[in-house]
């Protein structure tokens, strides 16, 4: 899980805080697929408070598992994401006027899933000059 505590971010307005992440992901469902990651999700993400917003702004990598679209085979996809997100005080659920996520850790993992999914290819191919089905001897 990717989490956050932003306590020490809402302490220096203007200042990026850097928080670094190492982690094992779940299985996620992909574009055609259930997508498993090989080994952990490393992120490093800048967090900067301004103006009464969290600013996110990080890169996302890893690998996945990904069926070939051509010869059906499982290959490593490596991929990397950038992220960048604004987060005001409509994170807060109770009240509007308390400043958000006040000592609670923040959980962002789903915003990362969610930027990984839509960076990974509907047909993805492993290798661009895949020739599919071979192994039936017609090619
Ligand atoms: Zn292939």
Redesign the pocket.
Known sequence: MFRLNLAGVRDQPGKPVIFNFREQLAPVEGPDEIVAFIGPVEAEVNVTYMEGQYWFNGSVRGRVELM??????P?EYPFQVTLAEKYGRGWCQDDAETAPMEGEPVDITDTVVQNIIVSLPMKA???SE???LCRAGRC
């Open positions: 070939c679209a051509r010869c059906l085979e290959f191919l492993c290798h895949c020739r599919g």
